[in-house]
């Protein structure tokens, strides 16, 4: 009997003091919380600064005061983002999402290193994700599609141009995308008009004149492509095709002059 009210006793005395300390328990987490949320505040307006070093620092704190701190750890991959440790971004991305598997903006960004990196089937895959969580927007569709055509998907491809030039007709680089991908098809004409809405879009674009001067010659347009490689030329100097659009231009003015000199002769000896 002794025994069980001793027992009794002391359960009482565990339970008043742990009543005791769970207020007190309470209180230090809603004050490391409250840190956590300072730090998080600090790391923002240094991200805002682009002092990323030290952003980092701050929501690293704010991680360690609350390890739930879904934002924090978003963030603090966007600013190893920055600094190019991609990494350590993928690292802070994958844990956002593993506390909130609903962050499109996560996925879409993971994506994004991803792509950096050349690892195309994850960016793809991140890609999709964002998109079936809601995330539409046509600078996702670009570059999903990019990853698509890289891989050499090009229906997919396609279809992903077309998507982010209907979420921004604006665009000057889905029609350049999609372009390219009509292009390696051999689909010259829909290249050419691809290429034409990107020059009245984005009318500074060495590339884009290159490629649609290409386009013109592969469809016996000489006088159109000699046109858009002088524009090239004339727009970028150093641009990294520039040697080959001068190849171009001296194979057609040699195939022109054939063809001329073939037509008066023909005409003499009419």
């Not at 690292?91 to 593993?98: C, G, L, Q, R, S």
């Not at 050419?192 to 590339?207: C, F, N, Q, R, V």
Request: glycine letters at 4%.
């Amino acid at each position: 009997m002794r025994i069980t009210q001793r027992w009794l006793a002391l359960a009482l005395a565990w339970m008043m003091l742990w009543a005791l300390a769970v207020p007190a328990l309470a209180k230090d987490a809603a004050i490391s919380v409250d840190e956590a949320v300072q730090h998080y505040k600090r790391g923002s307006d240094y991200y805002d600064q682009e002092q990323y070093d030290l952003a980092i620092a701050h929501f690293a704190k704010a991680v360690k005061l609350d390890p739930d701190y879904d934002i924090a750890y978003y963030f603090r991959a966007v600013a190893f983002f920055c600094l190019q440790r991609y990494s350590l971004a993928i690292a802070d991305f994958t844990k956002a999402i593993e506390l909130d598997p609903n962050a499109a903006h996560a996925y879409h960004d993971r994506g994004s290193v991803y792509y950096i990196q050349k690892q195309y089937d994850q960016a793809i895959t991140d890609y999709t994700k964002a998109i079936q969580l809601g995330r539409h927007s046509a600078i996702l569709y670009l570059y999903r599609g990019n990853a698509h055509y890289l891989q050499e998907q090009y229906a997919q491809a396609i279809a992903d141009y077309t998507k982010a030039i209907e979420l921004d007709p604006s665009g000057a680089f889905a029609y350049n995308g999609r372009g390219n991908v009509y292009y390696v098809q051999e689909q010259y004409a829909q290249a050419i008009a691809d290429y034409t809405k990107a020059i009245e879009l984005d009318p500074d674009s060495a590339g884009t004149y290159f490629y649609r001067g290409n386009s013109y010659c592969y469809q016996g347009q000489y006088e159109a492509g000699i046109a858009d490689f002088a524009k090239a030329i004339e727009l970028d100097p150093e641009y990294m095709y520039v040697y080959y659009a001068y190849q171009w231009l001296t194979y057609v003015y040699e195939t022109l002059a054939a063809d001329r000199q073939k037509v008066e002769k023909l005409s003499t000896n009419k």
